[in-house]
């Protein structure tokens, strides 16, 4: 009667099994290595910092974007100096910070005095061997400023007080 093949969609059915299921292997693989990265590093080892933020680690760190209008609810602040209020609180020493060309920005709708952008924070320990760069800060009653710290060098940085222009490079 007819050519009829037996048991060949048997087959097939495992071969699509098993391409789909290399194919969610391949998938995997590479969301997994991609989380492992992390969104807040970069491939050279630097991370990035999109909001304000406590730096508490050596190492190397790059301003991914301008950070605008920041107002007092964004800061970070040591409990030992109250007014010491920053949106980039540095208490570590190695540490690198690349502006990379970014705007740091005050909300200048507060009334306050001691805000900074950037504070190298050697309240509780020593701070040394600290670079900024590459970064405008504007609008901050304190751009750049720091405490018990040695070693800190501020370059290609245009800080722009409610008061005066200063241009460091």
Known sequence: ??????GSGG???????????????AVTAVVGLSALAGPANAANG??????????????SYRLG????????SQLFGSSFQSNSDACIDIRSSDVTLDGDGSLLDWDHTENTVDQRGVYVNGT??????VTVRNLEVTDWPRG????????????????????ASDTRG
């Not at 509780?124 to 061997?129: A, G």
């Open 1 to 6: 009667p007819g050519d009829v093949r037996r």
């Open 11 to 25: 087959r097939d059915v495992r071969r699509i099994a098993l391409i789909v299921l290399m194919a969610l292997v």
């Open 46 to 59: 630097t991370t990035v910092i999109d909001d304000c933020t406590v730096i508490d680690e050596p190492g």
């Open 65 to 72: 974007g301008n950070i605008s209008d920041v107002n007092s």
């Open 124 to 129: 509780y320990d020593r701070r040394s061997n």
């Open 144 to 163: 750049v400023s720091s405490f018990n710290a040695s070693g800190l060098l501020v370059e290609d940085t245009t800080i722009r007080t409610r008061n």
